[in-house]
């Protein structure tokens, strides 16, 4: 359940995600609604909040209901918004009814479990983008498999996950403890176990976290809970025809992840399209971190790029760094046409990337083949 200090401010690492929730829904409904019955597409917030922050700043249902808004010129899109608390969702409402625009929409209290089938009703013959950002791990593994990775191939359907790593992490190495310390788990610690093999579809994950072997090494405990993430990401895509574009999200570079974006998607031009949106929101992301530290009087690393009263803007960042991303992707290209031959970018989204994964964007055609010259 969130607290509701979460609301008070929008930290760095919110500023990727909602810098993601600004634009890729636009993408999907302008891209996988033009081939509908009625332009139909449904957005959908899993657990949605308050709405907004304390500050002001607005949350992932304001931003998805801007999304909406954008398109509906030429969209027929509904907002669906689940928000489990009671408070926030008074909260959520008021907002929605104040700010949330004209777009359709239906606001339900209560669970992702609980509601999903009225979604899915709803969706029925719409394209459909699921945003799932629960507190910790309160999403049923099989829910998402069965009911949004196995809906129909048509018309589309996606899914962008919050996967807390730091929750992951938390819980799996204290139930790793506690079963080294006592041989059988309390109730307590049964019902965080319990929790996780909810989440993660089985018990798997505890011999992931029997390679921790101090209580308090919380980096070996995150790198577990990235690995336990990737396998995750695998046992919801095997046998469906999704992949996932996934990205691990920091407070600022030197600090461990707090969480990875997936996109699960079962489209070339849909990982292609959210790699261009993770660059954007990287940059974003990138300023907000290191305008935090110069506020505070503070320096990265060494020093900082960046004059003693000179704060970063979107435009210094990426003038200051557009040479290293752009020799990056090059030497990925070549490499992949020494590989390869004639490829299309998009069916190799993380290779052609790299590590300008997040904080780059190309503004290549999705459709476009990148074909090797003078061989």
């Known amino acids: 359940m969130a607290s509701t200090d979460f609301f008070a401010s929008k930290k760095a690492a919110a500023v990727f995600k909602h810098g993601i929730l600004s634009r890729y829904p636009v993408v999907f409904a302008s891209k996988t609604g033009k081939s509908v019955d009625g332009n139909r597409v449904v957005f959908l917030d899993g657990y949605a909040g308050r709405g907004e922050y304390d500050d002001g700043q607005p949350g992932s249902p304001l931003l998805l209901s801007r999304c909406a808004e954008f398109v509906k010129g030429y969209r027929d899109v509904l907002g669906f918004f689940i928000e489990q608390n009671p408070d926030n969702f008074a909260n959520l409402n008021r907002i929605l009814d104040e700010k949330g625009g004209d777009a359709d929409r239906v606001v ?68 790793h403890a506690a079963r080294s310390k006592r041989g059988d788990l309390s109730l307590a610690d049964r019902k965080t176990a319990d929790r996780l093999d909810r989440f993660l579809g089985g018990d798997w994950w505890q011999e992931h976290f029997a390679a921790v072997r101090d209580e308090g090494d919380e980096q070996r405990a995150t790198e577990i809970a990235l690995e336990v993430c990737d396998t995750y990401e695998k046992l919801l895509t095997t ?79 990426s003038s200051s760094h557009s040479s290293e991303w752009t020799r990056i992707i090059a030497g990925n290209l070549e490499r992949l046409l020494e590989e390869l ?34 061989r």
Request: proline residues 7%; charged residues 20%.
């Open 108 to 175: 339900r209290c209560g669970s992702v479990d609980e509601h999903l089938p009225e979604v899915l009703r709803r969706a029925q013959g719409a394209s459909l983008f699921a945003f799932l950002d629960p507190f910790g791990p309160a999403l049923d593994f099989d829910v998402l498999k069965a009911a949004l990775l196995g809906r129909p191939s048509w018309p589309p359907t996606e899914v962008l996950l919050h996967f807390s790593v730091l929750t992951v992490a938390r819980m799996g190495r204290a139930v």
């Open 239 to 317: 046998g469906t025809r999704y992949r996932a574009v996934k990205m691990p999200v920091r407070p600022r570079p030197d600090l461990l992840p707090k969480y990875v974006l997936a996109l699960f998607t079962a489209s070339n031009e849909g990982a292609w399209h959210f790699a261009d949106s993770l660059g954007k929101a990287g940059v974003e992301w990138s300023v907000a971190w290191q305008t935090d530290l110069l506020r505070k009087g503070e320096r990265y690393g060494q020093g900082s790029l960046f004059g003693d009263d000179e704060l970063p803007t979107i435009e210094s960042h």
């Open 341 to 374: 031959g004639s490829f299309c970018p998009a069916d190799h989204v993380p290779e052609v990337y790299g590590t300008t994964l997040g904080q780059a964007s190309l503004g290549l055609s999705s459709g476009q083949s990148f074909i090797a010259v003078g």
